[in-house]
Nanobody, 124 residues
């Protein structure tokens, strides 16, 4: 089992950047694939980015490609989401997720563990 705690959210203006962090508990962090999802008010939780265990392969939602970067530091049990050129439509609660290997990484139901989320608000 793994526990996840997100941080780094905030209120920013369009065009700004934020670096979101997710700290994970447990001794086998490297065995988990990690992902980021976001949820806007009244909407479903949408896939943002994922980094797959062992291979380090990364995947992104089309809406964030070229602007967001997911990375991990296994020595620190942490995963990061660097968000650049933020837009108002990026506003939402950003959740960190973990699982062994997600069959469908873009589906929230494929992930087993979730953090409590960190709010990102982008003003125009």
């Amino acid at each position: 089992q793994v526990q996840l705690v997100e941080s780094g959210g905030g209120l920013v203006q369009a065009g700004d950047s934020l670096r979101l962090s997710c700290a994970a508990s447990g001794r086998t962090f490297s065995a988990y694939s990690m992902g980021w999802f976001r949820q806007a008010p009244g909407k479903e939780r949408d896939f943002v980015a994922a980094i797959i265990r062992f291979t380090g392969s990364t995947y992104y939602a089309d809406s964030v490609k070229g602007r967001f970067t997911i990375s991990r530091d296994n020595a620190k049990n942490a995963v990061y989401l660097q968000t650049n050129s933020l837009k108002p439509e990026d506003t939402g609660v950003y959740y960190c997720a973990a699982t062994g290997y997600p069959d469908k990484y873009y589906v929230a139901g494929s992930w087993d563990y979730w953090g409590q989320g960190t709010q990102v608000t982008v003003s125009s």
